[in-house]
C-alpha cells in the first residue's frame, strides 16, 4: 500500500489512510501528546537492546549488569538479557556510533523503533488481506481491507503505546514478523515459487528471533502449509524445502544463543534471575513451579481473564475506560504477577469477532492452509497462556491467531441478511471501541500514580458534571489503611497529609502534606553530634524518637529508631564532613514505608511503620528544603 501504483488502488488508499490515522494516535500516545518527545531517552529496559548491540560489537553475549538491572540473569559470574538477538543486531550500526557518542544514543530508539513496527504491523494486515482474497479469488474492496487493518491497529497493539519498553518493542516487531509471515505463507500456498518460499523463510526467522515462543508457533504454521504445497505437487518440493529449512534453522540458532547464554535449549533459569536472587518469596514461587516461568496449571486463570466479556469498566471521570478487577485465580497453582489487563472480547472485539466467523469459514471450505496458519497462530499464543503472569500485553501474542481467520472473514463474508452499510457502520465503531480503550488503558499504564493526572482528571470532571465527584475515599489517619478496592481509586486522609491513588490492591502516593507524614529539613552536625558515640534526636512521634549519632572516624551517619518494647532499627549513610545535611523522613502507614534519607541516600527503610505524626526536634531545621504539598488533596476533598 505504499507503493506509487497504489495511488489508484482504493483498496490500498483505505487501508493507508486507517494505517496512517492509527500511527499518529500511536505516536502521540508514545510521546505523552508531545510529539516532539520522540527520541527522548526512555526510561528503565529502553536501552536493552543497545547495551546487547554494543556487546555484540565487543564480540560477547554478556551485558553490562547495571544495565540490565534486575532484569538480568547472572551464570557463572557473567550478566545476560533473555531476549532475541534480531532487534539488537539492526542496532549495531547505531550501537557503533554510539561508541563515539559515549553513550548519549542509547535508550532514544526504542519509540521511534515502537513506531516503525506498528506501522509495519498494519502493512502485515493489509497484505494479509490481499493473500487471503487471492485465494478466494476475489478482488479486495475499500471497506473491507480498511475495516481488517482498523481491527488489527485498534487492539492491544496500541495499547503497547503507553509503555516505552523493551517488552513492548519485542511484542509489536514479533506480531508484526508473524502476521507477514502468515500473509507471505498464503502467497507460497498460491504460488509455490524460490521467491515467495525466501519471503516466507525469511519472516519465519525475523519472528522467531525477536520473541522464539511467538516465531515457533508461526514456524509450525508455515511449516505445515510447505507440507501441503510438496504433497499436492511434486515439482514444488525444492521450495517447500526452503520454507521448512529456513524454520529449523531460525529455531536452530534461538536454540544456540540460549545455549550459550544459559545452557538450556528454550527454557530461562528462573532461578538465576537477579529479581529473583533479590527476593526470597519470587524465588519460593519459582522452586514450587520447577523453577520454571511456564506451567498448564495457570490455564484456568489465564483463560478465563483473556476470554472475560467484563474485564474492562467505563467510567464518568477520563479517559472514561479503566481495566476491571484483578484477574480472579482459578489455577491449582497461584500467578507470580496479576497486573491489569483486559481481554479479547473486550480489547480485541472487532477482531475477534471476525475471527470467530473466519474459523467457521475455514472449516467449511476445508482451506487447509488457513487452518494450518491459524493453528501455528494459536500454538504462539500458548506460552503467554500458560506464563504464570498476568499482563494486557500478552494479548498481542494471539493477534496472529486472530488476524488470519478476520482475514478470511473480511475478504469473503458476505451474510444475505445484511447489507454492506449496516456492517460497515457496526464494524467503525467497534474498531472507534478497540482504538478508544486502548488509548485509555495505555494512558492509566503512564500516568496512573502522577499526581497531574488526577488533578486534571476531576478538574475534567468538574466542567462536565459537577459535585460530588466519584471514586474519592477517606483513609486513617493513622495506622495501616484498608486495600484499595480497585486501581484508579483515590484515597484522602483528612487533615490531608497523604493522597493516595489504588494500584494492584496496594495505595500509591499522590501527595504528601509537610509535617504529619514526613519531614524535610536540614539537621545540623554541631553541638553533641561532633563527638564519637554521643547523639541527638532528630524527630519524635508517639512512642517512638528518631535518633542520629555521627561517627567521625567511619565518615558515616547513623539513624536509629528507637521504639518502645521494640529492638531498634538503625542504618548508616555516608558523611562528607559537611555540618548541614539535608534529611528527609517519611512514616507513612497507608502505603507503607519508613525512610530517612540523607543526601538523597537511603540510610534507613522499614515496612514496619511507627504512628505518624512525625514530629521536628531543636536539631533539625523543618522545611528549608521543601515546602507544602496540599493543593491536590485540598482541591479533592472539597468536591467529595
Given at each position: 500500500m505504499w507503493r506509487r501504483t497504489a495511488r489508484a488502488d482504493p483498496a490500498a488508499r483505505a487501508a493507508r489512510a486507517v494505517t496512517l490515522a492509527a500511527t499518529a494516535v500511536f505516536v502521540l500516545v508514545a510521546c505523552r501528546w508531545r510529539p516532539w518527545d520522540l527520541f527522548d531517552r526512555g526510561g528503565f529496559t529502553a536501552d536493552f537492546y543497545d547495551e546487547q548491540a554494543r556487546s555484540f560489537l565487543h564480540g560477547r553475549l554478556w551485558v553490562d549488569p547495571a544495565v540490565a538491572g534486575i532484569e538480568g540473569f547472572v551464570v557463572d559470574g557473567r550478566t545476560y538479557l533473555y531476549y532475541g538477538p534480531l532487534l539488537a543486531l539492526v542496532r549495531m550500526p547505531v550501537a557503533a556510533v554510539d561508541l563515539v557518542l559515549d553513550g548519549a544514543l542509547a535508550g532514544r530508539l526504542a519509540r521511534l523503533s515502537m513506531v516503525v513496527a506498528f506501522v509495519a504491523l498494519c502493512t502485515a494486515a493489509q497484505r494479509l488481506h490481499r493473500a487471503t482474497c487471492a485465494w478466494f479469488g476475489l478482488a479486495p474492496t475499500p471497506w473491507r481491507e480498511g475495516l481488517l487493518v482498523a481491527a488489527v491497529a485498534a487492539s492491544p497493539a496500541v495499547f503497547l503505546a503507553g509503555w516505552v519498553s523493551v517488552y513492548h518493542e519485542t511484542e509489536l516487531w514479533a506480531a508484526a514478523f508473524a502476521v507477514g509471515a502468515a500473509g507471505a505463507a498464503i502467497r507460497f500456498a498460491l504460488?509455490?515459487?524460490?521467491?515467495?518460499?525466501?519471503?516466507?523463510?525469511?519472516?519465519?526467522?525475523?519472528?522467531?528471533?525477536?520473541?522464539?515462543?511467538?516465531?515457533?508457533?508461526?514456524?509450525?504454521?508455515?511449516?505445515?502449509?510447505?507440507?501441503?504445497?510438496?504433497?499436492?505437487?511434486?515439482?514444488?518440493?525444492?521450495?517447500?524445502?526452503?520454507?521448512?529449512?529456513?524454520?529449523?534453522?531460525?529455531?536452530?540458532?534461538?536454540?544456540?544463543?540460549?545455549?550459550?547464554?544459559?545452557?538450556?535449549?528454550?527454557?530461562?533459569?528462573?532461578?538465576?534471575?537477579?529479581?529473583?536472587?533479590?527476593?526470597?518469596?519470587?524465588?519460593?514461587?519459582?522452586?514450587?513451579?520447577?523453577?520454571?516461568?511456564?506451567?498448564?496449571?495457570?490455564?484456568?486463570?489465564?483463560?478465563?481473564?483473556?476470554?472475560?466479556?467484563?474485564?474492562?469498566?467505563?467510567?464518568?471521570?477520563?479517559?472514561?475506560?479503566?481495566?476491571?478487577?484483578?484477574?480472579?485465580?482459578?489455577?491449582?497453582?497461584?500467578?507470580?504477577?496479576?497486573?491489569?489487563?483486559?481481554?479479547?472480547?473486550?480489547?480485541?472485539?472487532?477482531?475477534?469477532?471476525?475471527?470467530?466467523?473466519?474459523?467457521?469459514?475455514?472449516?467449511?471450505?476445508?482451506?487447509?492452509?488457513?487452518?494450518?496458519?491459524?493453528?501455528?497462530?494459536?500454538?504462539?499464543?500458548?506460552?503467554?497462556?500458560?506464563?504464570?503472569?498476568?499482563?494486557?500485553?500478552?494479548?498481542?501474542?494471539?493477534?496472529?491467531?486472530?488476524?488470519?481467520?478476520?482475514?478470511?472473514?473480511?475478504?469473503?463474508?458476505?451474510?444475505?441478511?445484511?447489507?454492506?452499510?449496516?456492517?460497515?457502520?457496526?464494524?467503525?465503531?467497534?474498531?472507534?471501541?478497540g482504538l478508544g480503550s486502548n488509548v485509555a488503558l495505555a494512558t492509566w499504564t503512564q500516568n496512573l500514580k502522577e499526581p497531574g493526572f488526577t488533578a486534571w482528571r476531576y478538574q475534567v470532571d468538574d466542567v462536565l458534571f459537577g459535585d460530588p465527584a466519584p471514586g474519592i475515599v477517606l483513609l486513617p489517619a493513622t495506622g495501616p489503611a484498608p486495600p484499595p478496592a480497585r486501581d484508579g481509586i483515590v484515597g484522602l486522609v483528612a487533615d490531608c497529609s497523604g493522597v493516595y491513588v489504588g494500584e494492584q490492591e496496594r495505595w500509591a502516593v499522590l501527595e504528601r502534606g509537610e509535617g504529619a507524614r514526613q519531614l524535610t529539613g536540614v539537621l545540623r552536625l554541631g553541638g553533641d553530634l561532633r563527638t564519637e558515640g554521643d547523639s541527638a534526636t532528630v524527630a519524635t512521634g508517639d512512642g517512638w524518637q528518631l535518633v542520629a549519632a555521627l561517627h567521625p572516624d567511619d565518615a558515616e551517619l547513623e539513624l536509629r529508631l528507637e521504639r518502645e518494647g521494640r529492638d531498634p532499627l538503625a542504618g548508616r549513610v555516608g558523611w562528607d564532613g559537611d555540618a548541614a545535611v539535608p534529611v528527609h523522613v517519611v512514616v507513612d502507614p497507608t502505603v507503607p514505608e519508613l525512610s530517612v534519607s540523607v543526601r538523597g541516600d537511603v540510610a534507613l527503610f522499614s515496612f514496619d511503620v511507627p504512628p505518624p505524626p512525625v514530629r521536628p526536634t531543636a536539631a533539625i531545621e523543618p522545611g528549608s528544603a521543601g515546602a507544602p504539598r496540599e493543593r491536590l488533596c485540598r482541591q479533592l476533598l472539597a468536591r467529595r
Open positions: 504460488e509455490p515459487s524460490l521467491r515467495t518460499a525466501w519471503w516466507v523463510a525469511a519472516a519465519v526467522a525475523a519472528a522467531t528471533l525477536t520473541r522464539a515462543s511467538v516465531g515457533i508457533g508461526v514456524a509450525l504454521g508455515a511449516c505445515l502449509v510447505a507440507v501441503l504445497v510438496a504433497r499436492r505437487d511434486r515439482p514444488h518440493r525444492r521450495p517447500a524445502a526452503v520454507v521448512v529449512g529456513g524454520a529449523g534453522l531460525a529455531v536452530a540458532v534461538h536454540v544456540a544463543v540460549n545455549l550459550a547464554r544459559f545452557g538450556t535449549l528454550l527454557d530461562l533459569p528462573a532461578g538465576r534471575q537477579v529479581l529473583t536472587l533479590q527476593d526470597p518469596s519470587r524465588a519460593a514461587w519459582f522452586a514450587g513451579n520447577g523453577g520454571s516461568f511456564f506451567s498448564p496449571r495457570f490455564l484456568p486463570t489465564t483463560l478465563a481473564q483473556y476470554l472475560r466479556p467484563d474485564a474492562l469498566r467505563v467510567e464518568r471521570l477520563v479517559p472514561f475506560v479503566r481495566f476491571g478487577p484483578p484477574a480472579p485465580d482459578y489455577a491449582s497453582y497461584p500467578t507470580e504477577t496479576t497486573t491489569p489487563a483486559g481481554s479479547l472480547t473486550t480489547s480485541a472485539t472487532l477482531l475477534a469477532a471476525a475471527a470467530v466467523i473466519g474459523i467457521v469459514i475455514v472449516a467449511r471450505r476445508r482451506s487447509w492452509p488457513l487452518a494450518a496458519l491459524t493453528a501455528g497462530g494459536v500454538v504462539a499464543a500458548i506460552p503467554s497462556f500458560t506464563i504464570g503472569f498476568v499482563a494486557h500485553r500478552y494479548l498481542v501474542d494471539v493477534l496472529t491467531a486472530l488476524a488470519v481467520p478476520a482475514a478470511v472473514t473480511a475478504s469473503c463474508w458476505r451474510p444475505r441478511r445484511i447489507g454492506r452499510r449496516p456492517l460497515l457502520v457496526t464494524g467503525a465503531a467497534l474498531a472507534a471501541w
